[in-house]
């Protein structure tokens, strides 16, 4: 059975830094996007960052590209959201997911159940 286990949310001032990873079993994900998503309280899930397979292509939403950090270690089947200045904004429970594909799409196929970030003012 695939599962996703989030680890490294927590409680943060503005401004400062969390480090979320993400470790694959049941599965190897090395051949295959992953990335994370989060959702705020009433508002709907929304994408943060995404790395292809082998780690080469790097996706982010505007909202963090130039904070926030994806990267991968295949051989630990984990993936990281490295993020760094942190805004209140960023407050919601992100998610790990990977999809059945090499590289990032609309669609991913396995989730996570989440971890809560929450960065006060």
């Known amino acids: 059975q695939v599962q996703l286990v989030e680890s490294g949310g927590g409680l943060v001032q503005a401004g400062g830094s969390l480090r979320l990873s993400c470790a694959a079993s049941?599965?190897?994900?090395?051949?295959?996007?992953m990335g994370w998503f989060r959702q705020a309280p009433g508002k709907e899930r929304e994408f943060v960052a995404a790395?292809?397979?082998?780690?080469?292509?790097?996706y982010y939403a505007d909202s963090v590209k130039g904070r926030f950090t994806i990267s991968r270690d295949n051989a630990k089947n984990t993936v990281y959201l490295q993020m760094d200045s942190l805004k209140p904004e960023d407050t919601a429970v992100y998610y790990c997911?990977?999809?059945?594909?090499?590289?990032?799409?609309?669609?991913?196929?396995?989730w996570g159940q989440g971890t809560q970030v929450t960065v006060s003012s």
């Open positions: 997911a990977a999809s059945n594909r090499p590289d990032h799409s609309r669609r991913y196929d396995y």
């Open positions: 049941g599965r190897t994900f090395s051949s295959n996007a």
């Open positions: 790395i292809n397979w082998r780690g080469g292509n790097t």
